[in-house]
């Protein structure tokens, strides 16, 4: 079992920069890949970025390739999103995920775990 806790939200003016975190408990979170998934109202889903449990594997999605960056300390349990370059557009509830299979992160179904989520609003 995999709990999930995402800090770091919040407002920020367009071009600023923000770090997400994402605590997770249990003594198998080495096992597992990570990500970060958003949905802003009235829109689907959207993959932002995957790491695998080594953190050799990493997977951007295309609206933040470039501008975001994924990283994990396994030692400290915990998964980054480190957001720079923000535009108003990337203003979403962004949740941190947990699978054993970092495809299935960049599908966003399925998934085994799930956090609650970390609003993050970026302001023209």
């Known amino acids: 079992q995999v709990q999930l806790v995402e800090s770091g939200g919040g407002l920020v003016q367009a071009g600023g920069s923000l770090r997400l975190s994402c605590a997770a408990s249990?003594?198998?979170?080495?096992?597992?890949?990570m990500g970060w998934l958003r949905q802003a109202p009235g829109k689907e889903r959207e993959f932002v970025a995957a790491?695998?449990?080594?953190?050799?594997?990493?997977y951007y999605g295309a609206s933040v390739k470039g501008r975001f960056t994924i990283s994990r300390d396994n030692a400290k349990n915990t998964v980054y999103l480190q957001m720079n370059s923000l535009k108003p557009e990337d203003t979403a509830v962004y949740y941190c995920?947990?699978?054993?299979?970092?495809?299935?992160?960049?599908?966003?179904?399925?998934?085994?775990?799930w956090g609650q989520g970390t609003q993050v609003t970026v302001s023209s």
């Open positions: 790491i695998s449990w080594n953190g050799e594997i990493i």
């Open positions: 249990g003594r198998t979170f080495s096992s597992y890949a």
């Open positions: 995920a947990a699978d054993l299979r970092i495809v299935v992160l960049t599908v966003g179904r399925g998934l085994d775990y």
